[in-house]
């Protein structure tokens, strides 16, 4: 049956039906498909964003954790290393039993001692600086820029599509044909929306398919909707770089804290470089002074010496150094030991003193060399040096950061990365890249753009100061300049006390004649009105710990209440009179007339047995005493002396003395003249008051009550000083302020001393081997009839002659231990106290003794039997 044009009509028209119902299904569910996965993909963006912004909020943390933490240490290690360094600090000297060493060694200490302050509070308040800085940035940055990019409600609203949104789409969206190009081929449509789709395409399927320009209308507008703008950028693009938005901004506020993170640990640095100086010194000074052990202060110098090159090897880049001068600084602890042993050496000797000058130069100079060195090394390197490449587990910065050249090894800084690495995508960056109007390619290189420009970022070391540098180093630079002038000045004040040695105005501080080392001027006498002497600086005689002492020994207290109370509660008619009846018995015990406890003199126990028969051939020696002077010590003089006339010599306890010279013989005379010779000793009036004297032909060997054993070299003295130096290191056996007697002797090297000591009667005799680091070995003790007033050795230490209070001589023999008659007694004597005696080369003794005229006491010497 044919159709006609109506039934044509009708078919054509039902087949256009079903075509276009086809096609406006197959488009209406391509709609439906592309709405659900834009969806997707709408929410899984956001949810990789707000996973990828944690993780950011996680560099953030670990980034500054590192500051922080290490700025944390630091502050502790500071903390406790100065509450060390103010134990070494308080006492303010070296030596406290004993006299402190020169004051070169406690410059060497107390610079240290203050370098050390200075470098462990810089090191407390930079890392304060830093770790303060560095939590707040991370705060400001976790509160205000890295937050979680939720979508607001209006894009939640965009981003959901109704189906019946389909109505709006244009006709030839709803009846598009498949497989056929719908847009025209011009330089219009060059590029598109998906050109760079991560998948493989058919040339052939790519003729054919849906690309570039021709998509769908609803694709176009969906893209506009996820291009509004959803982030907000608070990084000028100027400065940014291809990492993270975060990153970039994070390394600029790093500038606020870095240098600061970075003189930290320079300091912590040069804190324990000056601690271990001032430790090792204060250790030196303390075994020189206090126990000698000049071996025990050699291994401290060999082993800090040895700890400071290796913190100099472990904390300074040996490349970065042209010229290791910091390598000195160490060397001047050995230098510092040298000049000591010669500072405490037995025997004073001019050149060896220079030698001592010279080694002091030298340890100054080392320490001088040694700030300026690190003046060099601590400043930043302001060289254009290449950028750092970032590797992992290791340190890495900007080349804008100027950081000192010899410490970047040891600083451990880390800086955001100025790169992503191959397969690390920044999708907050691309989504925030989109929204501000740049490349929407995503994953081409060209996604970020990039200012490389140094000029526009802030360098600290530009930007901080009013010289153009941190004030990190400023602070730092500060406190080297400042070692430096102490060190300067130190010098210089050496130099002045070299100068003014050996001269009238030695010091400015100390007495005339003593040495500064030797003056302990921590106590001073009782004011008026006082009883206890009174402790300098630290509360006068009121408050004062001194108080409660008595004045002759300052280290014993005093029990129970003091003098001056109990005499304020006597009456004082009553005391008055008890003073007076007191006086007449007080002028008796000056003239030595009465005893203190006694009211009669006891009955003289002397030297030898049956002394009444004996009669005394004794002359006395007319002479004129020099002014002001009051002998205690006698030296009989050796042959040669006696050749020349000069008989004996009188010392006094202080280091004055006069030699005595006569041809006239004593044998039977009564009364012969002398001349007499004036002398001071140098170099003896430190030792304490003086208890024996020998005189041979190598010079004059003298005893003080401190047991020190002082040689006085030389025939006598030139244009009246005899100088005077400690014999060795070794000291008699004697307690403090020793009251008894002491004879010396010397022969062929060797020493003897014959001891007496107080309220015993008997003589202990010691033997020294003249070898320094030996002792006084006891040899030998002996009893006597009563206590010896004065002992002495005859020729070669064969006999000890020992006196006795009525003025008898007995002979003591050192090989049989038997007792002679070496002088009678002295009748008609008896208001004289005889002081010293000694055996004269012709034979007999000369005998020295005191006497009271009108309150004052008379010398007068006698020679012979």
Not at 206 to 214: E, K, S, Y
Not at 577 to 599: F, M, N, T, W
Not at 650 to 665: D, E, M, Q
Request: proline share 6%; aromatic share 10%; net charge neutral.
């Amino acid at each position: 049956m044919q159709l006609g044009a109506a039934g044509y009509a009708a078919a054509g028209a039902a087949t256009a039906g079903g075509v276009g119902v086809g096609l406006f299904g197959y488009n209406r569910g391509n709609y439906s498909m592309d709405q659900k996965l834009h969806w997707s993909r709408f929410t899984a963006s956001y949810a990789y964003s707000m996973a990828q912004t944690g993780q950011y909020k996680q560099d953030i943390a670990e980034l500054t954790a590192i500051s922080v933490n290490r700025m944390a240490v630091y502050a502790d290690i500071a903390g406790m290393t100065a509450t060390i360094l103010t134990a070494i600090f308080c006492p303010g000297r070296v030596g406290l039993h004993t006299p402190p060493p020169p004051g070169w060694f406690m410059g060497l200490m107390m610079v240290n001692v203050g370098g050390a302050y200075i470098w462990l509070a810089m090191t407390m308040w930079l890392a304060m600086h830093a770790k303060l800085k560095a939590s707040s940035a991370t705060c400001h940055m976790s509160t205000r820029f890295v937050r979680t990019p939720v979508p607001s409600q209006y894009m939640l609203d965009r981003a959901r599509k109704f189906l019946s949104s389909w109505e709006e789409q244009p006709l030839q969206e709803v009846l598009r044909i498949p497989f056929f190009r719908h847009q025209s081929r011009s330089k219009n449509n060059e590029g598109g929306f998906n050109e760079h789709e991560d998948m493989p395409i058919d040339p052939d399927a790519q003729r054919r398919t849906r690309h570039g320009h021709d998509v769908p209308a609803w694709y176009r507008k969906e893209k506009a909707i996820d291009d509004g703008e959803p982030f907000e950028s608070m990084m000028p693009l100027a400065a940014q770089g291809t990492a993270p938005e975060h990153f970039e901004v994070y390394r600029e506020i790093q500038n606020e804290w870095w240098p600061y993170d970075t003189y930290a640990r320079v300091s912590i640095f040069l804190a324990f470089m000056h601690l271990t100086f001032c430790w090792v010194y204060q250790h030196i000074g303390h075994m020189f002074c206090e126990t000698r052990a000049i071996t025990g202060a050699g291994c401290i110098v060999i082993c800090v010496t040895v700890l400071q090159q290796m913190i100099l090897t472990l904390d300074v880049s040996p490349s970065a150094v042209d010229i290791p001068l910091q390598r000195l600084g160490p060397l001047a602890i050995p230098v510092s030991w040298f000049a000591m042993l010669i500072e405490y050496q037995p025997y004073y000797d001019p050149g060896t003193a220079v030698i001592g000058y010279l080694l002091v130069y030298v340890a100054y100079a080392f320490h001088i060399i040694f700030t300026i060195q690190l003046l060099r090394i601590c400043a930043p390197d302001y060289s254009s040096a290449p950028e750092m490449a970032e590797v992992p587990a290791g340190s890495w910065w900007p080349n804008a950061w100027r950081l000192p050249k010899a410490f970047q090894h040891a600083t451990f800084l880390v800086a955001p990365p100025r790169h992503l690495q191959a397969g690390e995508n920044d999708l907050v960056g691309e989504m925030r890249k989109a929204s501000e109007g740049g490349n929407p390619n995503f994953g081409g290189k060209e996604r970020l753009t990039m200012d490389v420009s140094e000029g526009k970022r802030r360098d600290v070391h530009k930007a901080l100061g009013k010289q153009g540098e941190s004030p990190a180093w400023f602070n730092v630079r500060t406190g080297l300049l400042g070692l430096l002038f102490a060190w300067i000045y130190l010098t210089f004040g050496f130099t002045i006390e070299i100068v003014n040695a050996h001269t009238s105005h030695p010091s400015m501080l100390n007495a005339f004649g003593l040495p500064n080392n030797l003056r302990d001027p921590r106590y001073r006498p009782p004011k008026v009105g006082h009883a206890h002497p009174t402790e300098v600086g630290t509360g006068g005689a009121v408050h004062g710990p001194a108080v409660g002492m008595s004045s002759h020994a300052v280290e014993r207290r005093l029990d129970g209440r003091s003098t001056s109370d109990i005499l304020s509660d006597v009456p004082r008619d009553d005391l008055a009179e008890r003073l007076r009846d007191i006086l007449p018995l007080l002028k008796q015990v000056a003239l030595g007339k009465r005893q203190i406890g006694s009211h009669a003199m006891p009955e003289v126990v002397s030297m030898l047995p049956q002394v009444e028969a004996m009669k005394s051939s004794a002359a006395r020696v007319a002479m004129q005493w020099p002014a002001l002077f009051e002998p205690r010590l006698l030296a009989c003089g050796h042959a040669a002396a006696h050749e020349e006339g000069k008989v004996v010599m009188a010392l006094s306890k202080h280091g004055r003395g006069t030699i005595i010279s006569t041809i006239a013989s004593h044998v039977g005379a009564q009364e012969i003249p002398a001349q007499t010779q004036s002398f001071s000793l140098e170099g003896a009036s430190g030792y304490g008051p003086l208890l024996a004297a020998a005189w041979d032909e190598l010079g004059l060997l003298l005893a003080a009550n401190t047991g020190a054993i002082i040689e006085c070299p030389g025939a006598g003295p030139s244009e009246g000083i005899w100088s005077c130096r400690e014999s060795f290191a070794a000291r008699l056996p004697l307690e403090a302020q020793f009251q008894g007697t002491v004879a010396l002797s010397r022969h062929a090297g060797k020493f003897r001393a014959a001891v007496t000591f107080p309220g015993e009667a008997t003589v202990t005799v010691y033997d020294h081997s003249g070898d320094d680091g030996d002792s006084w070995l006891p040899a030998g003790e002996v009893r006597t009839r009563t206590d010896a007033t004065s002992t002495s050795f005859s020729d070669l230490a064969r006999e000890i002659l020992l006196s006795s209070a009525d003025g008898a001589v007995a002979r003591l023999h050192m090989g049989t231990g038997s007792m002679s008659t070496a002088a009678a007694p002295m009748h008609g004597y008896s208001d004289h106290s005889w002081q010293a005696t000694c055996g004269l080369h012709s034979g007999g003794v000369a005998r020295l003794a005191l006497s009271q005229e009108s309150g004052v006491r008379v010398p007068e010497l006698f020679l012979g039997a």
